[in-house]
């Protein structure tokens, strides 16, 4: 015990007052206590002591595994419109990935609906890698404090006959378009098809569970326009549909008015 309380001391005369601000803004910038000590020669020992001496929060052993920064922020209220679109495009095609190797937010789409990704990622401020493979672009960030926020929020794992359309709590009444508008963009369409007359027909139509349909549902009805839900045929789903061009008109500019993204 003495030999190393000496050592440590002789480290740490070791360390300019220049050094001290270098240790301070690289533990800032993400860089690991270890890694520092090893640029300076130190123990980590020695590193974590400057960095409580200066008043800076040591990362938690979660937070020090975090290769790639993001804005772990982001969903902590949901105050904009941006927020609630990404939100909604998440209930709608992301996921809560849990297993070994990483518990956090996993979207997976088409490589064709590539931008969407892309643009979350740029809302997030991520620095994590959106990867393609057999016509799946994937976007993962395995962060524990994320994944618990996003469960807190009401996402959730293997969520196709479950998920809950969000609370007021969670989705102000003047976002809900907008999250609608995200949740449409995951898990909705535009059909067109032609009747026996020969006549052309378009739908706006979302799948998801009941919950979600009928609270998207009730929401048009609230502003003045129509819509119908039926059940979809695997007798778990329901189908929340808008007919005719006039008001599948009225919806898509209604929900696209002053979007984000």
Known sequence: ??????????????ITETQYKEINLL?????????IAKLFNVTNTTILRI????????????ESQQK???????????????KAQVLGFIWGDGYIRQNKYVYGLAIGIHERDFKYLEIIKNCLESEHKIKIKNKLATFVISNKILAEKLTQLGCMNNKSFIIKFPSEDVIPNHLIKFFILGFFEANGCITFCLDKMGYRHVNVNICS??????????????????????????????????????????????IYENCSF
């Open 51 to 62: 960095l409580k001496k200066n008043n800076i929060k040591i990362r938690s052993l979660s």
């Open 209 to 254: 569970t009941y919950d979600v349909c009928s609270k998207i549902l009730e929401f048009w009805h609230k502003i003045g326009y129509g819509g119908t839900l039926s059940c979809h045929k695997n007798g778990k789903n329901y189908i929340f549909s808008l007919g005719g061009a006039k008001q599948v008109n009225l919806f898509l500019k209604y």
């Open 68 to 82: 790639y920064y993001f804005n772990k922020n982001y969903f902590n209220k949901i105050n904009t419109a941006e």
């Open 27 to 35: 533990y800032k910038n993400n860089n690991s206590s270890c890694k």
């Open 1 to 14: 015990y003495i030999f190393l309380y000496i050592y440590t001391e002789f480290m740490n005369q070791k």
